[in-house]
């Protein structure tokens, strides 16, 4: 990427600041001597967002102006640091809305740039890979890695944290999207996933038979839209049965349907790939049911699976200073130039 600079000689901060604002979700956080996450703040603006149904792209940012400074400090302090003890920051540069990726890229730049220190950029999606490496439990490099997210839904063949081969990723909705969208189409709060796996523990997931969409030709890609139609077009045929609407038998059957094709594909990559440990990250990583079936049917097949503890699930900014200290002690620094990008590149 043309705005990054190979600095001659790698970077092991002691006390690295990291910030994330990819979405709605102002964090940051302290990893001290490349090891200990000392804090780890994350400020949500789902509240606010929940009332339109989903995130208002323009509110976000200004949100997240609002919230940036008050975050930071207060990462800072838990930590037990002073400001002067940061020597380096990493900052989320894209995937993401770009009116908020541009509100954090901002502070992180006149942040290092006040204290002289050097800045790096980091993809929000490796970060979301590198927070496997905040649990004790890790896989060794290569791995299988899947992002299932709010925006996204890859998979990769991950040969170190600064080396990561597409090999599938979603023609349409990503997995979270397609849980936020059931959940409006069900009259239930956003964000869907949590919501909608609570409901599924009460209903039986076999109540409805929503498609799974394989893809033979392309076996590693995704499709949920016709999944989601699918949900929309059963509950506008039971509602004109006025009948009442079974909300938790969908939520579950829905579920069992993502779940399905999620863990068929991993698998399937893995197998294909010659590789044995895979690693799913992102928000959707976080659904108990996903987590359960895809340890027991990997597990079948001498694969072991790998998921990050919830929190860590969902945007923060530990992620987002794992990814960005393999990049520092490889010498890749951001310049003064350096720009936000709203899309994923490969
Ligand atoms: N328990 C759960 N089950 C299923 N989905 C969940 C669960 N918890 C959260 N999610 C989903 O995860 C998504 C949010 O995850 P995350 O914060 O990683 O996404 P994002 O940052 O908005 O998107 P991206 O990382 O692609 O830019 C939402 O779509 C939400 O519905
Ligand atoms: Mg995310």
């Known amino acids: 990427m043309s705005h990054e600079s190979k600095s001659k000689k790698g970077l092991l901060p002691r006390h690295l600041l990291a910030i994330e604002s990819s979405c709605d979700e102002t964090a940051a956080a302290i990893l001290s001597h490349g090891e200990v996450i000392e804090s780890n703040i994350v400020s949500s603006q789902v509240k606010i967002h929940r009332e339109y149904g989903g995130i208002v792209p323009e509110i976000a940012s200004r949100k997240h102006l609002e919230a940036i400074s008050l975050v930071v400090n207060e990462a800072i302090e838990h930590a037990g640091i002073e400001i002067a003890d940061i020597d380096a920051v990493a900052i989320t540069q894209g995937p993401g809305l770009v009116g908020s990726l541009v509100v954090g890229l901002s502070f992180a730049k006149a942040f290092a740039m006040a204290r002289g220190i050097p800045f790096t950029g980091v993809n929000h999606l490796a970060a979301h890979l590198a927070s496997i490496f905040l649990e004790s439990d890790t896989p060794g490099f290569p791995f299988i890695g899947m992002v299932v997210s709010g925006g996204h839904t890859s998979i990769y063949r991950v040969n170190s944290m600064l080396s990561m081969e597409l090999l599938g990723r979603t023609r349409d909705d990503a997995a979270g999207e397609a849980f936020d969208k059931v959940a409006k189409i069900l009259g239930l709060e956003y964000p869907g996933g949590p919501v909608i796996s609570h409901l599924a523990t009460k209903g039986d997931p076999a109540a409805f ?66 590789i044995y440990e895979v690693v799913v990250t992102g928000g959707v990583a976080a659904n108990s049911r996903l987590r359960q079936r895809l340890s027991s049917e990997a597990g079948r097949e001498g694969i072991e699976a790998f998921f990050p503890s919830p929190g860590y699930c969902t945007d923060n900014a530990a992620m987002v200073a794992v990814a960005g200290l393999h990049q520092l002690k490889a010498g890749i620094e951001a310049r003064v130039d350096a720009d936000v990008y709203s899309r994923q590149f490969s």
Not at 224 to 245: I, P
Not at 252 to 257: L, N, P, R, Y
């Open 209 to 274: 038979d929503f498609p799974r969409a394989m893809l033979p030709d392309t076996p590693l890609d995704f499709s949920f839209s016709g999944l989601k139609t699918s949900v929309l077009t059963t509950v506008r045929r039971l509602e004109n049965d006025r009948s009442h609407l079974p909300v938790e038998d969908l939520c579950a059957s829905f579920q069992e349907a993502v779940v399905d094709v999620l863990v068929k594909k991993l698998i399937h990559a893995a197998r294909d790939n010659g």
